[in-house]
């Protein structure tokens, strides 16, 4: 069963930085997309970043943009969120998830981690 597990949440002070981590169980995941997603108590889903399976290509949502970076290793079939100059708002449980093609729509991700909170005081 593939497996993905997300790690290094947790809780920040705004302005502070975190890292996320997560590891797929598949090696064939390597060729595969790889992106973050979050929601926050009472709001829906929302795209944060995605990176293709070489790297070369990522996106970001506005909100993050120049805040964030996705990165991967695909020796450790692992995607990364580095997540600096944290605010309030950022705080929500964010997933992990596998498409088969580059892509910033949720609805084409095919696997998803159980999630990992963060939480960021003002």
């Known amino acids: 069963q593939v497996q993905l597990v997300e790690s290094g949440g947790g809780l920040v002070q705004a302005g502070g930085s975190l890292r996320v981590s997560c590891a797929a169980s598949?090696?064939?995941?390597?060729?595969?997309?790889m992106g973050w997603f979050r929601q926050a108590p009472g709001k829906e889903r929302e795209f944060v970043a995605a990176?293709?399976?070489?790297?070369?290509?990522?996106s970001y949502s506005d909100s993050v943009k120049g805040r964030f970076t996705i990165s991967r290793d695909n020796a450790k079939i692992t995607v990364y969120l580095q997540m600096n100059m944290l605010k309030p708002e950022d705080t929500a449980v964010y997933y992990c998830?596998?498409?088969?093609?580059?892509?910033?729509?949720?609805?084409?991700?095919?696997?998803w981690g159980q999630g990992t909170q963060v939480m960021v005081n003002s």
């Open positions: 598949e090696r064939t995941f390597r060729s595969y997309a």
């Open positions: 998830a596998i498409a088969r093609d580059f892509t910033t729509n949720g609805h084409e991700y095919e696997y």
């Open positions: 990176i293709s399976w070489g790297g070369a290509r990522t």
